[in-house]
């Protein structure tokens, strides 16, 4: 079984060992930003077919992310897809 199946895992400490995502330091909750420690709860979550558009009139998609227990929750995708959409948004224009 792999992470993949996006159901809840507690980690490990190969987990918290292992480089996530491009920088190795990618092995957070992506809403709160949760290092996770061992032990933590957590769960991946498929994002790649999810599209929004962002306000200069682009088509973006989202990343797969991890989520926290917190963080965690039916809407938890339709969450991410409007933090993305705000960071996307003219608000945010010079982070970008
Ligand atoms: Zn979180």
Redesign the pocket.
């Known amino acids: 079984m792999s992470f993949t199946d996006q159901k809840r895992r507690a980690a490990t400490a190969h987990d918290c060992h292992t480089k996530w995502g491009l920088e190795g330091d990618g092995f957070r909750?992506a809403?709160?930003?949760?290092r996770f420690k061992e032990g933590d709860g957590y769960r991946w979550i498929y994002g790649d077919a999810r599209v929004f558009m962002s306000s200069d009139g682009r088509t973006l998609g989202v990343r797969n992310f991890l989520?926290?227990d917190?963080?965690d929750g039916a809407d938890v995708l339709d969450r991410w897809v409007e933090r993305n959409r705000e960071f996307y948004s003219s608000r945010f224009w010079a982070l970008r």
Do not use: Q, R
């Open positions: 909750c809403l709160c930003g949760h989520t926290c917190e963080c």
